[in-house]
């Protein structure tokens, strides 16, 4: 059974940081570029920033700078340093494994909500 597991939500004010973790059970994490995503109420779900497996990383230009994602195969977690958050990054953050092989499956995590409010 496969689970992605996030953590490291919360309140947060306006300039801080938070660290987003998500951690994978059941794939072969070396399989799968990594990702977190986040969808705000009443808007749809967009891409935040990807690693592959090799960990070359893409970015949402609007966090570019201020987000970075990195991964440790050997704990088959992924993570997501956020500084310089303000409140249009208020939403639920969500981790998705997509496989490297078009036939695999993606999967998704539950999200974790990030509120940046003062």
């Known amino acids: 059974q496969v689970q992605l597991v996030e953590s490291g939500g919360g309140l947060v004010q306006p300039g801080g940081s938070l660290r987003l973790s998500c951690a994978a059970s059941?794939?072969?994490?070396?399989?799968?570029?990594m990702g977190w995503y986040r969808q705000a109420p009443g808007k749809q779900r967009e891409l935040v920033a990807t690693?592959?497996?090799?960990?070359?990383?893409n970015y949402a230009d609007s966090v570019k700078g201020r987000f970075t994602i990195s991964r440790d195969n050997a704990k088959n977690t992924v993570y997501l340093q956020m500084n310089s958050l303000n409140p249009e990054d208020t939403a639920v953050y969500l981790c998705?494994?997509?496989?490297?092989?078009?036939?695999?499956?993606?999967?998704w995590g539950q999200g974790t909500q990030v509120t940046v409010s003062s």
């Open positions: 059941g794939i072969i994490f070396n399989d799968y570029t």
């Open positions: 998705n494994a997509k496989g490297l092989i078009a036939t695999m499956s993606s999967y």
């Open positions: 690693i592959s497996s090799i960990s070359r990383t």
